[in-house]
């Protein structure tokens, strides 16, 4: 019998399959464990997702924790393009948590999985209502769905719509559906403001050039409230709603700074001349509330002068907060405001006495503030600076005094909008 001769290459898997089972046998190798060089299908060892718990999400997993959970939440906005973007991060160490971005690339209309009272519509074109620069984006945070906007055509006629999106491009249509309208036939829907504060948007349904009725929706029933009306002395397309007041509103449409005190009684402005409260307590029972300066004059509380300049904020209920370069506090209460008024019925405007500011929170001259945000207990201020030294970026001050500002240098420098602290 001719023996078998071994090739160099059959030596050599005897030699591996020897190995195997000399360390299967020491129990260094399961028997039934994949190679360590491979997973499920096939993917190598350094594409497979961690599985250790709290091991941290690859990018294809970004974006999946809740954006209403606590944390610093941002947002980077291209109207422009159709997109925006918002990034929750731990507010002790800026590491981000959760992460969404919304694209009018692509989108589908359809009926939100969320919300089963929306309709796919036929739109010709979707605009998100969104500014960064202007104002914090249209998202309701614990739903992950933005605000927007859309035209439909009825009958040869063009008509406004809103509605909300989701991350993956759903297009949901909110408004009321035109093709069920009645005999006087169909209406626009416009002016949409998200409200997530209180789960609805208020918006306009034009009655008339001009004119119209403000309505709400709440997102969770679709039931329709009627607020009140607007025209041509409140105009419609000013409705907003303001942090502190409970109740939807027409502004006047100015850029003056606006800040609601003493639980929403009340409503202070700010311009070079001073402060100028007005009462507001007469539109108590109003679901919409008249701030248009032709309204609001005939309920002016009083005028203040202050030493503080810049935009107005409120901390609290009798606290205000400006973003001059002290970052200056004053407090007030209706006494007090009482008590200026009547001390300066006689005198000219232009001899009134300034009220200093309770203190500063800033010391050091030449520092320019903006972007004021409040910590969840409005004990902690959180905003962005440049100071006459050092590089522009965000910074965090305690707003009772008792410190001097430090860097959040942990903070991604690309930040531009910061939405909330909670």
Known sequence: MTPTIATPAVRALAVMAALTLSLSACGLLGSDEPDPTETEEGATA????????????????????????????????????????????????????????????????????????????????????????????SLFPERRLVLGTFEEEVDGVALAGFGVMAEDGTFTALSPDPEEAGSEGPPAYQHPVADPERDRIVFVEETDEGEGSVQALDLASGEVTDLGTCGRHRPCENLTVLPGLDRAAIDDGQSAPTAVVFDGSTVVRGDPLGLSFFDIGDQADSALVDLTLNFVNRDRTTEVEVDATGTVHAVDATTLLFDDGALSVLAITEAALSDYEEENASTPRNLWESLPADRTLISEDGWENSSLVLSPEGAELLFHATPPAGSAGWYTVPVDGSGTPEERADLPGDISTIISWR
């Open 46 to 137: 350094e594409e497979a997702p961690d599985s250790e718990e709290g091991a941290p999400a690859k990018e294809g997993a970004r974006g999946s924790g809740p954006l209403d959970a606590p944390g610093i939440l941002t947002a980077a906005c291209q109207p422009e393009s159709g997109w925006l973007e918002f990034t929750l991060y731990s507010t002790e160490d800026a590491q981000e948590l959760a992460h969404a971005r919304f694209d009018t690339d692509g989108v589908v209309h359809a009926e939100s999985d969320d919300l089963s009272h929306g309709r796919a519509a036929d739109p010709r074109g979707v605009t998100l209502e969104t500014s960064c620069d202007e104002g914090p984006p």
